[in-house]
């Protein structure tokens, strides 16, 4: 397996078609790792440009460390893979937390963003940490009803060892870590902030997701956003319209 | 190379993915699914992609295949399926 030490921790990393690597795929928060875009996008994307993908950390198969994962832990963490990987400017294609990271770190790193890509991102603006562990439901019953959409969404049926795993992965992250209290601890940015992006950005939304207005607010402040809302979908519109967002990602690649 | 080495060698990575929690009584064959019988999580078939690519070189391109495969292909994918893949690609090369 191909790993990379980035800040003492051991993270996956998978590449994909030929240098150099220019497209990096970043995934959501606790049940969510690097397959979600290597099985939709990224495989398709790498038959022409190259791909790099990898599990932040606690996710995957990259390490789980105790602490560390305030927004500028995993700003600071995606900074040490592109330097790790000599990717000097990156097109960041992002979803949902995921979207988020990409976000933060395009206002800390400009130079380094060629553009943004974001599926259902929410935005780092003030609450955040708090309406995320709210919108991911990631403890008690909503933990439960988390793992079994996802079940519908991606893994298509039922399999008790992967249901088991995937609760125990999840609970080790969430219980086992600092991750509920360092989200709640991060840095946030006014919505003025966010008029630094000038970097194109393309995002998509669900017309039901209640992370929708966080990409209007997108729209609103940032030069160069061009937003598509989907009907009938939700946060998880990677899964409810995935090739509406793959051919978005292509079509937008390859502009 | 034969089909039954293949095969062998395919059941090798397996084994490798899934470390201990591989069900001892399960003899792996073409007729197993990795969703249904080995209950492959999507991460761990990734991982499964990687050996086999670093295995076999550029003339077996696994990621491209994959990338040409809708998702509900790819959860209902056999290891015979796999193993026609390579076959395929070997004998192209």
Request: proline letters at 2%; a negative charge; hydrophobic letters at 45%.
């Amino acid at each position: 397996m191909a790993e990379i030490e980035v800040g003492g921790v051991k993270l996956h990393v998978q590449r994909l078609g030929d240098s150099p690597r220019e497209v990096v795929f970043l995934h959501g928060l606790v049940m969510d790792n690097l397959s979600s875009w290597y099985f939709t996008a990224a495989t398709r994307v790498a038959t022409s440009r190259g791909v790099l993908l990898y599990d932040l950390r606690g996710h995957g198969r990259s390490k789980r460390p105790e602490t560390g994962y305030r927004l500028e832990d995993l700003v600071a963490e995606l900074l040490g893979v592109l330097d790790a990987e000599g990717v000097e400017r990156a097109h960041l294609v992002g979803n949902s937390f995921g979207g988020l990271l990409a976000v933060a770190f395009a206002l800390a790193h400009p130079e380094r963003v060629a553009s943004l890509f974001l599926v259902d991102a929410l935005l780092p603006t003030a609450g955040w940490g708090e309406r995320m562990v709210g919108t991911l439901g990631l403890t008690g019953d909503a933990r439960d009803a988390t793992i079994g959409r996802l079940f519908e969404n991606w893994l298509g049926r039922h399999s008790e060892r992967k249901r088991n795993k995937l609760a125990k992965q999840a609970s080790a992250l969430v219980e086992g870590t600092t991750l509920l209290a360092d989200l709640r601890g991060s840095a946030s940015f006014a919505p003025d902030a966010l008029e630094a992006l000038t970097m194109p950005i393309r995002a998509i939304y669900g017309a039901e997701s209640d992370v929708l207005p966080d990409g209007r607010l997108l729209a609103e402040h940032a030069a160069d956003v061009s937003l598509t809302v989907l009907d009938g979908c939700s946060h998880s519109v990677m899964w409810e319209a995935t090739e509406a967002v793959v051919s978005g990602i292509t079509g937008w690649l390859a502009r | 190379m034969s089909r039954e080495q293949t095969l062998r060698t395919l059941a090798g990575f397996i084994a490798e993915v899934l470390d201990d929690e591989l069900d001892d009584d399960l003899d792996i064959d073409e007729d197993t699914s990795f969703s249904d019988d080995l209950e492959l999580e999507s991460i761990e078939f990734v991982a499964l992609a990687e050996l086999v690519q670093s295995h076999y070189g550029d003339h077996v391109d696994f990621v491209g295949w994959i990338s040409n495969l809708e998702l509900d292909a790819i959860i209902g994918l056999s290891v015979g399926d796999v193993v026609d893949f390579i076959e395929r690609s070997v004998e192209a090369g």
